[in-house]
């Protein structure tokens, strides 16, 4: 629940460790001797000291975020993943009390405008932390595919070594992971006790998922892939990379194993003790939680009544859309087969232009439980940030894995490896191969110049998941460089994802230009407060990508109808989604009632199933696509109304990109201010 250190994540939270309580008494103390400094320095500090002193206690966190510690004066940090048992989560809130009262402590009206909006978002996001900080123990830091347990593998996986000094922290972490996962299971021993434990099905899916990981020890992906990075580096002798190596295995085989094995005997001996094999709404604040969910993740403050009606009015729109063009263009209400966008693998997304939903103005899911109230349902998506920021990454440091972690045809928020390397620079155009990522990547970032700022000039490398990885990753995710190494960036792309033309070239647009690429690098570029660049605001940054992967089906020119086609159909798709994920969490839908709904728009039982299964481990994870990117749309049509003729969409997106990821309020503020 946790979200201080969120750049790993997803969304998809891994929650690797919080502030000790001696970092409150050294922030107090530094600040009484800077009273005489004017207010503009101190804020400055202030921010600078949060930032060191949140990445002080996380060491993951640190090497994800910053290429030199040192210039930060980071690099005589004890190498750390930190805690996250309940005493520890509680010196968060602790931590989090004393940075809001040191916050409001500053004269607001002296403070510079950039200020002024750091300020307001460190405070929205603080208060919005300690408000649910009574349902603390409604986290969890596990889950089949997005928990801790299977994304700490990947984020091993993608550990930079830029030095020596990195590898040795490397291996320190592994031999950290035993006491990590005590913590966890420490915290699940807790919730247990509170009835708030995970239900039987998901505890034996992370097992199944912990043993699969550890089933083969000798050949764990960690060994090759490690290997393969130590091979890499040029300033390591041959006897070097042999002793890395050894000590890497023997670390992955003391430490690691042994750990996941802990887990599973953790978690199996509390086999039997979860109450509530549903929706969030079955848990006695579990409705409260979800609210804090949308809040927090999507930033959205809205009444989830209005979200959930701005999400059926959306569908309404979209369907009637799809319906139009299947027998303007098609002459048929069937037309062409239309995969971009499912909501999960296995979804039939065809089929949703053969049925119409049951409500005459909205799709509908009317409960026939008596436990539930009235209201309509959702889904989640598949694969992380997607996983890695939905489809695509969006934070640069978080790790998705398999199966839900965000919307089908998109990335994740971090994870993959390396391997296959196809370097790229964005000097030369050639015509787009529809099948050369490079090549359309180049295309992407001529087309967009009209209606976005441009950016500064970066290199991207195209890289392929590692075969070791495809499993477990999303089809394509952005991972986003530390913060003063941003000129260098990388996009992964899963050759298990077997993408048609259409769905590689809008998937790029959300991981590149003008997605998760281009708005990192655009707002890292701007030197935005420290502080920043920690916080966590996935609605914004999954939201922006996926409402320039919206905005990108307008650029292919091969086939526009089709394009158009796909457009709504995409956006129908994510929109059922997160309308399941507020039925199934908020207004308590079953899956029986979830599987009826689904049939009726023509999709199968297994369907229904696997996205039960999927929103169920990661609450609000759709919404944060789906609602960020209709949150951007209704940004957008206010910037229309008020510019009138004077509007251009490049004046729009340089406003929305300018301010960078905030609450969608504070957003609203800034565009208000602006216009």
């Known amino acids: 629940m946790p979200r201080f250190l969120s750049k790993l994540s997803r969304s998809r939270k891994i929650c690797l460790g919080f502030l000790l309580l001696f970092m409150i008494s050294f922030t107090a103390a530094a600040f009484r001797f800077r009273i005489f400094l004017p207010e503009t320095r101190r804020f400055e500090q202030f921010t600078e000291d949060v930032f060191r002193s949140e990445l002080a206690g996380n060491s993951l966190s640190l090497h994800y975020t910053v290429a ?30 004393n940075y809001l009262t040191t916050l409001q402590g500053f004269a607001y009206n002296k403070l510079t405008e950039t200020q002024k909006l750091t300020y307001d978002i460190f405070e929205d996001y603080l208060q919005t932390e300690l408000d649910a900080a009574s349902l603390m123990l409604y986290d969890e830091p596990l889950g ?38 005590r913590s966890i299971l420490s915290f699940e021993n807790a919730r247990s006790a509170n009835g708030l434990f995970m239900s039987d099905d998901c505890a034996q899916e992370v097992i199944a998922q912990c043993q699969k990981f550890i089933e083969a020890p000798e050949s764990n992906y960690l060994i090759g892939i490690f290997n393969d990075k130590i091979d890499a580096v040029t300033n390591l002798t041959a006897d070097e990379k042999i002793s890395y190596k050894n000590r890497n295995s023997q670390l992955l085989l003391s430490s690691v194993v042994p750990a996941y094995q802990e887990l599973i005997d953790g978690l199996s001996k509390l086999l039997g003790t979860g109450t509530n094999p549903m929706g969030l709404y079955y848990y006695p604040s579990g409705t409260n939680y979800y609210e804090y969910l949308v809040k927090s993740n999507v930033g959205d403050d809205r009444p989830i009544e209005e979200i959930e009606e701005a999400v059926k009015k959306q569908m309404v729109t979209d369907y009637a859309a799809i319906q139009k063009l299947l027998t303007t263009y ?14 999960s693998d296995t979804t039939q997304s065809g089929n949703t232009s053969s049925s119409t939903p049951q409500s005459g103005d909205a799709p509908s899911l009317t409960s026939q439980s008596g436990d539930a109230s009235s209201g309509t349902a959702q889904p989640d998506n598949a694969s992380s940030a997607n996983t ?3 489809s695509a990454s969006s934070d640069g440091t978080q790790s998705g894995t398999t199966a839900p972690s965000q919307p089908a045809s998109s ?37 967009i110049t009209q209606d976005f700022p441009v950016l500064p000039n970066v290199s991207c490398q195209i890289k392929y998941v590692h075969d070791s990885l495809q499993e477990y990753l999303s089809p394509a995710f952005y991972l986003t460089p530390a913060i003063d190494d941003y000129k260098n960036n990388v996009i992964y792309i899963n050759p298990a994802s ?23 690098v655009y707002f890292t570029a701007g030197s935005p407060d420290l502080l920043r660049s920690i916080l966590n605001y996935d609605g914004y940054v999954e939201g922006w990508a996926t409402y320039v992967e919206m905005y990108s089906y307008s650029l292919w020119e091969d086939d526009p109808q089709l394009a158009e086609l796909s457009q709504h159909n995409r956006s129908f798709m994510l929109g059922l989604a997160s309308l399941l994920d507020i039925g199934i969490h908020y207004r308590g839908y079953s899956m029986e009632e979830v599987a009826a709904f689904l049939q009726k728009l023509g999709f199968q039982s297994s369907t229904a199933d696997s996205l039960y299964r999927s929103i169920l481990e990661a609450p609000a994870n759709y919404l944060q696509y789906y609602v960020g990117y209709l949150n951007f749309c209704d940004l957008r049509d206010y910037a229309k109304e008020k510019m009138g003729n004077q509007f251009t969409l490049k004046k729009y997106h340089t406003m929305i990109l300018d301010a960078g990821p905030a609450p969608f309020s504070i957003l609203r503020t800034c565009l208000e201010n602006a216009l």
């Open 144 to 181: 089949p595919t997005l928990g801790v347990q299977a994304q700490l593998p990947i984020l091993f996986a993608e550990f930079p070594f830029r030095t020596k000094g990195d590898i040795e922290d490397y291996l320190t972490l592994l031999s950290q992971v035993p006491d990590y996962f």
């Open 330 to 343: 098609y002459g048929t209400s069937s037309g062409p087969a239309l995969s971009n966008g499912a909501p």
């Open 388 to 390: 890695q920021s939905g």
């Open 411 to 447: 990335g994740s928020v971090l994870s993959g490896s390396e391997l296959s390397e196809a370097a790229w620079t964005v000097e030369t155009l050639a015509p787009a191969a529809r099948s050369d990522p490079a090549a359309i990547l180049n295309e992407l970032r001529q087309k």
């Open 498 to 520: 077997n993408y048609n033309a259409l769905e590689l070239y809008t998937t790029l647009a959300h991981e590149g230009y003008p997605g998760h690429l281009y708005q990192s």
């Open 68 to 97: 030199d510690p040192s210039s930060y004066k980071l690099d005589q940090c004890e190498v750390t993943l930190g805690k996250s048992d309940p005493d520890s989560r509680k010196r968060y809130y602790a931590a989090a009390e």
